[in-house]
């Protein structure tokens, strides 16, 4: 079965282009905890009002930012 926006696949390609929305409902984000990954630098692109995070962007900022396990 493919990949929904109800279903995601678990991935992240570096190639791929999200939205706002889609990013928040893929990594189970809510609204405050995608600001809060803004404010620590995960990069937002615009195109008039709408916001699009690059796979790459996202990839990074979870390399980058996230801890290890406990």
Known sequence: MPATATQPSGRI??????????????LGLGASALRQARRQGLRVKYIGRRGYICGRDLIDFISTTARDEK
């Open 13 to 26: 390609s570096a190639d791929e282009i999200w939205t706002l929305d889609a990013v928040k409902a893929h």
